[in-house]
């Protein structure tokens, strides 16, 4: 006789013949009492929590006594730190901040440790040193940007009292924060799937109020010759001047070195990742070469088959070189913002019978308009600040050239190299400034490329 047992919610049943007594009454079955259970489970005691294989572990969890193990490290770190610091007779700033933090993750890795698993703990280590990692990161990129803006602004800026200026600082900082706010909130939202045309609306609102009260607050402070004068018969001594003939250079460098640069970047990118040819291999091996070229090397080509064949110093020659830089950029990044449009977009297409360059002209292009603006922006970005390649191509000048196909031709980052080798304060100064505006250009032309590049990514997900 085979007995089977089955389990189902703590009971057991029993299936087969009827068990009987010793005397083969069959009239009471009975289970036998080696496999009855003397201890069920009560009803109202909570069982182990069953492992759900959907739902994955996470052990970097965030809970309050990580929170407050977190806060005890931090002040045992700060405590270490200024003990090891006055018995070994260290003054530096820098020196009680390395050992702080030494002290402060030794004791994250402790603590997390003692109360959890070894696995838990590690990975509580490498989550707090990566994070740790990117703050430094981003506390290196504000104090650069806050210093130059410091060293720089006064140039840019009309004399005004200390509590006007206070005063019109913080009006700004409200309108940041307003902004900031507002998208945080709108992209909670949005990742709820609670967000409604209101939700989506409001952040461009606030956005576009803002930008207009800010500027509204600190144009009446702009020095605007600063941006309208040129330096050529200013003497080294002497106030005044501005920036206007860097500015006329660097537009035009650039925009010479954009309409040579994008064409070729993107469609060596559509060749790479669309056509697929038998010199696919050789040219994403030279673009990847190109990426690592120091940017002097390009301005020393130019140079030698422009500048030094009798045509002389120009801005159209600098351009040349800039795109030079560009090509391997915006390729590379063309060629990524490619590999993200769907293979279902180019199959339709070709299953309706259109040839592979039609294809490309009418889906693909189109579809990744957002993220090849992006890449050109960032491409741009890169070269704007560039000094070598303009130093031996476009030489620099104090006048305003407007013709960049003659004459040596001045751009920010060839005017403030300049002006910081002055022994003077007052070329000092005015290098700060120009530096201010060429760091609130690239700032620009990143928070842009941001922008687009988040809203195409959006349209092609649908959200």
């Known amino acids: ?85 006055l018995v070994m007779d260290w003054s530096h700033p820098l020196t009680f901040t390395i050992w702080a933090i030494i002290w402060f993750v030794a004791g994250i890795y402790v603590t997390a440790r003692a109360r959890t698993s070894k696995v838990v703990a590690m990975d509580r280590l490498v989550t707090t040193l990566i994070w740790l990692s990117g703050a430094f990161a981003v506390a290196i990129l504000g104090w650069m940007i806050v210093f130059v803006l410091i060293e720089g602004i006064g140039g840019l800026v009309d004399d005004l009292p200390r509590g006007e200026w206070i005063a019109r600082i913080g009006a700004v900082g409200l309108m940041i924060a307003a902004v900031v706010g507002v998208r945080w909130r709108s992209g909670r939202r949005s990742a709820a799937g609670t967000d409604t045309v209101l939700s989506r609306l409001l952040p461009r609102v606030v956005g576009s109020a803002c930008a207009v009260g800010a500027l509204m607050v600190l144009l009446p402070v702009i020095n605007t010759e600063f941006f309208t004068a040129d330096i050529a018969e200013v003497g080294p001594l002497d106030e005044g001047g501005g920036i206007y003939h860097a500015l006329i250079g660097t537009l035009e460098q650039i925009t010479i070195a954009t309409v040579i640069s994008v064409p070729i970047a993107i469609l060596t990118a559509i060749y ?165 505006v060429l760091l609130l250009l690239v700032l620009v032309l990143f928070i842009t490329a941001r922008v687009i590049g988040e809203r195409g990514a959006r349209k092609r997900t649908g959200r």
Not at 62 to 73: H, K, Q, T, W, Y
């Open 272 to 436: 790479l990742h669309e056509i697929k040819g038998r010199l696919a291999v050789p040219v994403r091996f030279i673009v990847d070469a190109m990426s690592g070229l120091p940017s002097i090397v390009a301005g020393l080509i130019v140079f030698t088959v422009w500048v030094n064949t009798g045509r002389g110093f120009s801005g159209a020659s600098a351009g040349v070189a800039l795109a030079i830089i560009m090509i391997p950029i915006v390729t590379r990044t063309a060629e990524e913002i490619l590999r993200t449009i769907d293979d279902g977009l180019r199959e339709s297409a070709l299953a309706l019978g259109a040839p592979q360059w039609r294809s490309v002209v009418q889906v693909v292009l189109p579809t990744a308009r957002a993220g090849l603006i992006t890449a050109s922006i960032l491409g741009v970005a890169r070269a704007i600040g560039e000094t070598a390649p303009v130093l031996l191509t476009a030489f620099g000048s104090a006048v305003t050239n407007y013709n960049p196909f003659s004459a040596p031709q001045a751009d920010l980052p060839l005017f403030i190299w300049g002006l910081l080798r002055e022994p003077n304060e007052a070329q000092i100064a005015r290098a700060w400034s120009a530096a201010v």
């Open 1 to 85: 006789m085979t007995i089977e047992l089955e389990r189902t919610d703590d009971v057991l049943f029993l299936e087969g013949p009827p068990l009987t007594h010793d005397g083969g009454d069959p009239g009471v079955d009975r289970l036998p009492p080696a496999i009855v259970e003397t201890n069920p489970p009560s009803v109202d005691e909570p069982g182990p929590p069953e492992s759900d294989p959907d739902v994955p572990f996470r052990p970097s969890s965030f809970g309050p006594s990580d929170r407050l193990e977190m806060v005890l490290a931090a002040v045992s770190g700060l405590a270490f730190a200024w003990a090891l610091c």
